[in-house]
């Protein structure tokens, strides 16, 4: 099993920039693919981006790339993901998202298998 701990959420205003983190601990966590996805009030669950389990490749939404970027460190077993240039349709629950060993990216929230519990993102107007 992989468990998920998410921080960095927090308001901040339009245009700004927000790091979130999400440290996973458990049976080897490094070969897991990790996702991030959001879901506002009253609204499904979205992907927003995904890492390979080895941290070469990435996959974003169209709303997230070109701002946000996705990465991770292994020796923390750790995936950070900076978002920049942040707008009010981005404020929701941020969740990480686990899915392996050594699987390759997913952009389905079927796909995973294991998430945390989320972090709230609010980006005031």
């Known amino acids: 099993q992989v468990q998920l701990v998410e921080s960095g959420g927090g308001l901040v205003q339009a245009g700004g920039s927000l790091r979130l983190s999400c440290a996973a601990s458990?049976?080897?966590?490094?070969?897991?693919?990790m996702g991030w996805f959001r879901q506002a009030p009253g609204k499904e669950r979205r992907f927003v981006a995904a890492i390979s389990w080895g941290g070469s490749s990435t996959s974003y939404t169209d709303s997230a790339r070109g701002r946000f970027t996705l990465f991770r460190d292994r020796a923390k077993n750790s995936v950070y993901l900076q978002m920049n240039s942040l707008k009010p349709e981005d404020t929701a629950v941020y969740l990480c998202?686990?899915?392996?060993?050594?699987?390759?990216?997913?952009?389905?929230?079927?796909?995973?298998?294991?998430w945390g519990q989320g972090t709230q993102v609010t980006v005031s107007s």
């Open positions: 998202a686990a899915r392996g060993p050594r699987k390759p990216i997913g952009i389905k929230e079927d796909e995973y298998d294991y």
């Open positions: 458990g049976n080897n966590p490094g070969t897991y693919a």
